[in-house]
């Protein structure tokens, strides 16, 4: 064995290498030329042995650039090789992937539901807690520590349904307004709260009426809370959930628990303020009912009205999910069609 | 109540102001306009024609003949429905070609053979309210022949206006008068009252009211010499414009005074009622047992303590503020009259007017505390009017009730006005609006005395002068500002609540929020499994329907009814959750409002596919309770009311239970109507899963590798797998990290009566790699463990 000999045999493994056309030939011709026992490379470098220490220092060298090309040829080949067998394989296991698919399998929020959340949010950047209460109430909280005695006409409008004996004291609440007093009652102000949750009045379903229906109560008692401040909070609020060009108007109505008492009325999106049918031709849409907490209510909920001021409100957010999403009738909103909630 | 344009412009001047103005200025001040509708526009083309031929037509029995004429023409011949007419009546004529108010183009039309000349308009065909009973019939005193009718019927705008509860002084056209004349600063013109002398003819009159709580003024009035006149045209002209009818003179005129100044008025007439010759003794007592007074609308009440009653000679002639007696009813011939002038509690009016089930005009005004004042007002405006139009003359008269208190000054500082607006105001800005409302305001130093108008008995304090203040001046001009923050809510608001945490876990999961309503038929939530067991339901005194007269005391029967809601709808799959309050109540004491989550999991009928939903909504009650710091659940084999008796468990964590879960039973689906198969959970979350969710306490991670380990084992087909693998955790392995069971296989290999688990065992100790022989002494024990258990052989 030569020299020439080496490099004949090199040049005819590089050649195999080339030509080997999947992954198992090009084993057998790692075997042929560099197999452990027999190939023919490691059998040439055996010959190593017999030659003289000056053939065997310059032949070594040979060998040894010829056995590394080989295993970059090898390993490059293999490579290449690999890859092509890969694409094979993926190739009979494909998938259309333009086939129309469902959506992932999350579910929905109820859109009220989330609109809670979302108010609680715009509250809570504002250092607003979210508290609940019970929705079961005395005449007590529900009415008369908010200055509705007993033939208070205000009460009219709240249709109240009462419990039968033996729980003939209790009450549905009929807003969410006696939280206000359990809070007022159970800590000292400063106080931001939000409540919210579910309330009843005795209403004959209909498109804008449901007997059970959610509010979301809020109050804010602190030194030096004027009106002033609940217009600021309401115009912030109400464009939060309305968007930033929605105008927003203040008009003087009546709650006996506050004083002066102010409704909040946003412009019809239907008609932007020029009167249709959603807004009964008005306009406007009523969305919520607040004002200043009356003296004798901060009283009843052990605040000092000299010390202390503040302002209270509610809103519907079922009212508010129908007009921002532009439902026709209140009602869908509990019947949980998949259909609708899965717009949201 | 309804307002009209041109009449409050009788009041306060309107000149140059739009009806939309005022209906913008009225409802930003708090009386909201709902409606604004023109009255009696377009009437220029109308002519007022007279009857002066009436037959019927012939083979018709309803429709007639008019022949009908204007000064000067021809007599035409007009077909007609109505069974109003006569001769020589005055009637509103739309000749062919006419465009009414409403739209309609009259033309000629052939009728039965004749020519119709065009119509004869009923009020609402001419936009002058609904009325359709007939033909409107033109008084002689309002109109001629041949007058275009927008003459009888000038072009007015009408308010239709939602007053606050707590304003029974804008019930009236005045009152609303007194809001514009503040709010534009235009002076207040008041409706003209005269007191004429009084004859002495008629006998003299007496008041005796038992209870000045009950009734604080009663003015009695006498009035004579009325003859048939009706009210002047202006009147009943208002008075229709406004939807109400004509009923005579005297009825007219007092109803006018009640729309103007707001004071209800009755009118008794006098040869009606049970008169002596010298004195007439009118009472206001409470009503007795066993009396009944036959009203104004035919209709006999029974009478009791809680009515209050107007007498005359002790018999009762009147409900109080509500309705008058038929017996003394003012009629056509009625010639003198005792005018009734009075202001009666409210809070009695109100249960009277429940209990009696009526409401009427007068009842509406006192029920919100109407001012004693408009009593001696209204009384007067009235005289004034009967005198000058009805040629009545004014007898004796007699009060009854107690001196009214004047209206007391309100003492305040306009610093504090300011302060609770937040808008800078000085003491004159503050003084100004107070006057333009007829308050009386004396301006001190650094305080205001303000006196409010007699009228106004909803303002008291000082922060009901604010709110006038505010109202008047705008709420517009006042600045939005946000309140001083000064402390930061407590720490335990910034934790994520407990209904948030498991909404975000449940849809996650793929279930939708749902929502339902708190009230069902106790009956049928009885067909629906429940978390809690045998209770009766709270139920409400005064339900809506049964089918909404009880408190829920469970979650499933509404997410039951959802999905047949949208199984109905063609959806196949249905995955719902919702989250809320349930009542549970024993006895008088407040009932307990568990916050409970249902979860509803429907596909088609297919019971091992069944059973792998029903698995992956344990799952799910698992990884709640985890992400909701809820501890390690275990689910106990029950048998459970409503649930598939072989696939029900409890849901326990932390030594409680917390829920139940399960396949809904076959007649319970059916009651709701349900095909296929229901999994489903209740569980409650309160006192369970912690606001915040679990805290996050995390151990180093191991550093050495485990060693998994199968082992497969024969157990008898019941056997349980919870059970077991309590066993193995009781063995306290120190190295045995976890149990998984792989696989469950039951086939004919295994023989009869018999199942194959295979468990996965991982092994590890902490500071050192385990051997082959530790993993099979590990494996041994729990072989034997599972022996003892379940009677498990090695397979």
């Given at each position: 064995m030569t020299s020439v000999d080496l490099q004949e045999l090199t040049a005819m493994a590089l050649e195999e290498i080339a030509r080997a056309d999947s992954l198992e030939r090009l084993d057998g011709v790692r075997l042929r030329y560099l197999g452990r026992r027999d190939g023919l490379v490691t059998l040439a470098g055996q010959r190593l042995r017999e030659l003289s220490p000056e053939q065997r220092a310059v032949y070594g060298q040979e060998f040894n650039r010829a056995t590394g090309e080989l295993r970059l040829a090898l390993e490059a080949r293999q490579r290449e090789l690999a890859v092509g067998e890969e694409a094979l394989r993926e190739d009979a296991e494909w998938v259309d992937m333009s086939h129309p698919f469902r959506e992932p399998e999350v579910g929905h929020p109820h859109p009220v539901a989330g609109l809670i959340r979302e108010i609680e949010d715009i509250f809570a950047f504002l250092g607003y807690q979210s508290v609940a209460g019970p929705e079961l109430e005395d005449d007590q909280h529900n009415f008369q520590l908010l200055n509705m005695p007993p033939e208070h006409p205000a009460r009219d409008a709240h249709d109240t349904f009462y419990l039968r004996p033996p729980a003939g004291g209790w009450l549905y609440r009929t807003h969410t307004s006696p939280v206000q007093m359990r809070a007022m009652l159970g800590s000292r102000p400063p106080l931001r709260i939000i409540v919210p949750g579910k309330v009843a009045r005795r209403d004959n379903p209909d498109p804008t009426h449901t007997p059970v229906f959610h509010q979301v109560e809020g109050l804010c008692v602190d030194r030096g809370v004027t009106l002033g401040d609940l217009k600021g909070t309401l115009e912030y609020v109400i464009r939060a959930l309305f968007g930033r060009d929605r105008r927003v108007r203040l008009r003087a109505s009546y709650f006996p628990y506050t004083e002066p008492s102010l409704e909040a009325d946003v412009a019809c999106a239907v008609c932007q303020g020029a009167g249709c049918r959603t807004c009964l031709q008005k306009g406007w849409i009523e969305i919520l009912g607040s004002g200043m907490v009356h003296p004798e209510v901060l009283r009843n909920g052990g605040v000092d009205p000299e010390i202390h001021s503040g302002f209270a409100f509610g809103m519907g957010p079922d009212r508010i999910a129908v007009l921002r999403y532009g439902l026709a009738d209140l009602r869908d909103l509990y019947e949980n069609d998949l259909r609708l909630l899965e717009c949201f | 109540m309804r307002v009209s344009h041109e009449w409050l412009g009788e009041m306060v001047d309107l000149e140059g102001v739009e009806p939309a103005k005022v209906a913008d200025l009225l409802t930003l001040s708090g009386t909201e306009v709902e409606k604004v509708t023109a009255f009696g526009e377009g009437l220029e083309q109308v002519v007022v024609g007279e009857v002066v031929g009436l037959r019927r037509v012939e083979g018709s029995d309803h429709l007639f003949l008019a022949h009908v004429a204007t000064p000067g023409q021809e007599p035409r011949e007009v077909i007609?429905?109505?069974?109003?007419?006569?001769?020589?009546?005055?009637?509103?004529?739309?000749?062919?070609?006419?465009?009414?108010?409403?739209?309609?183009?009259?033309?000629?039309?052939?009728?039965?053979?004749?020519?119709?000349?065009?119509?004869?308009?009923?009020?609402?065909?001419?936009?002058?309210?609904?009325?359709?009973?007939?033909?409107?019939?033109?008084?002689?005193?309002?109109?001629?022949?041949?007058?275009?009718?927008?003459?009888?019927?000038?072009?007015?705008?009408?308010?239709?206006?939602?007053?606050?509860?707590?304003?029974?002084?804008?019930?009236?056209?005045?009152?609303?008068?007194?809001?514009?004349?503040?709010?534009?600063?235009?002076?207040?013109?008041?409706?003209?009252?005269?007191?004429?002398?009084?004859?002495?003819?008629?006998?003299?009159?007496?008041?005796a009211v038992d209870s000045s709580a009950d009734c604080p003024i009663y003015l009695a009035e006498l009035l004579t010499g009325f003859g048939d006149t009706p009210a002047p045209a202006i009147v009943r002209r208002r008075l229709a414009a406004i939807g109400q009818r004509s009923r005579g003179g005297i009825v007219d005129l007092a109803n006018y005074v009640m729309f103007e100044i707001g004071q209800p008025l009755h009118t008794f007439d006098l040869d009606r009622l049970p008169t002596p010759e010298s004195e007439l003794a009118v009472g206001v007592r409470r009503g007795r047992r066993g009396e009944s007074i036959t009203c104004l609308d035919g209709i006999t009440r029974e009478l009791d303590p809680e009515t209050l009653v107007i007498t005359v000679g002790d018999a009762p002639q009147a409900v109080a503020g509500l309705i008058g007696g038929e017996a003394s009813a003012v009629g056509p011939g009625t010639s003198q009259v005792l005018l009734e002038a009075a202001n009666f509690n409210w809070a009695r009016l109100r249960s009277t007017s429940r209990r009696l089930r009526l409401r009427t005009e007068a009842s509406g005004r006192f029920e919100r505390q109407l001012s004693p004042h408009l009593a001696r007002r209204g009384a007067d405006r009235f005289i004034h009017l009967a005198v000058r139009h009805l040629g009545a003359t004014l007898g004796p008269g007699a009060v009854g009730g107690v001196p009214l208190a004047a209206a007391a000054a309100i003492r305040c500082d306009p610093a504090r006005i300011s302060s609770i607006l937040g808008m800078e105001l000085s003491p004159a800005e503050v003084a100004g609006p107070l006057r333009r409302l007829q308050f009386e305001v004396r301006e001190g130093r650094g305080e205001i005395l303000a006196t409010p108008s007699p009228y106004r008995t909803d303002v008291t304090t000082a922060v009901d002068l604010a709110e006038?203040?505010?109202?008047?001046?705008?709420?517009?001009?006042?600045?939005?500002?946000?309140?001083?923050?000064?402390?930061?809510?407590?720490?335990?608001?910034?934790?994520?609540?407990?209904?948030?945490?498991?909404?975000?876990?449940?849809?996650?999961?793929?279930?939708?929020?749902?929502?339902?309503?708190?009230?069902?038929?106790?009956?049928?939530?009885?067909?629906?499994?429940?978390?809690?067991?045998?209770?009766?339901?709270?139920?409400?005194?005064?339900?809506?329907s049964a089918q909404l007269g009880s408190l829920r005391q469970g979650l499933l029967q509404g997410l039951l009814q959802s999905a047949h809601h949208n199984q109905a709808r063609g959806q196949d799959q249905v995955r719902l959750f919702e989250q809320g309050a349930a009542f549970w109540g024993r006895g008088p004491e407040r009932p307990e409002e568990p916050w409970m989550l249902a979860l509803l999991d429907l596909e088609d009928d297919e019971a091992v596919a069944a059973a792998a939903r029903l698995r992956r909504l344990m799952a799910l009650i698992a990884s709640l309770s985890s992400v909701g710091g809820g501890g390690v659940v275990e689910f106990r084999p029950v048998t459970w009311l409503g649930l598939h008796r072989a696939r029900a468990a409890e849901v326990w964590a932390g030594a409680e239970r917390r829920g139940i879960v399960g396949e809904v039973a076959r007649p319970g689906a059916d009651a709701f109507d349900v095909r296929g198969r229901v999994e489903v959970a209740e569980l409650r979350l309160d006192g369970w899963l912690k606001p915040g969710g679990r805290p996050g306490h995390a151990p180093p991670l191991p550093r050495t590798p485990a060693l998994v380990l199968d082992l497969s084992v024969t157990v008898p087909s019941g056997a349980l797998l919870g059970p077991a693998l309590q066993a193995v955790e009781a063995l306290g392995l120190p190295e045995l990290e976890l149990v998984t069971p792989i696989d469950e296989y039951v086939g004919d290999q295994l023989g009869p009566g018999v199942k194959g688990w295979t468990l996965r065992l991982r092994l590890r100790r902490p500071e050192r790699t385990l051997t082959t022989a530790e993993g099979d002494k590990a494996r041994q024990a729990v072989l034997r463990a599972l022996e003892l258990e379940v009677g498990a052989t090695a397979r």
């Open positions: - | 007609c429905g109505a069974d109003n007419l006569f001769v020589g009546a005055l009637v509103p004529w739309a000749r062919p070609g006419t465009r009414l108010p409403i739209g309609a183009e009259i033309g000629r039309k052939r009728l039965r053979g004749i020519w119709s000349e065009g119509m004869l308009c009923a009020p609402d065909e001419l936009g002058l309210g609904s009325d359709h009973d007939g033909v409107l019939i033109l008084s002689p005193a309002d109109a001629e022949g041949g007058m275009p009718l927008d003459r009888v019927y000038p072009a007015d705008h009408l308010y239709e206006l939602e007053v606050l509860s707590n304003r029974a002084d804008c019930l009236s056209h005045w009152g609303v008068a007194r809001e514009l004349s503040a709010l534009l600063s235009r002076p207040l013109r008041d409706p003209e009252t005269s007191r004429p002398p009084r004859s002495s003819s008629a006998p003299s009159v007496q008041v006038e203040v505010g109202r008047i001046l705008g709420y517009r001009k006042v600045p939005g500002t946000l309140p001083p923050n000064r402390q930061a809510p407590p720490l335990e608001a910034l934790a994520e609540p407990v209904a948030r945490l498991a909404s975000a876990t449940c849809r996650a999961a793929g279930f939708s929020e749902a929502l339902t309503l708190s009230l069902v038929s106790g009956e049928r939530e009885g067909l629906a499994p429940r978390l809690i067991g045998n209770l009766a339901h709270l139920e409400l005194d005064n339900p809506l």
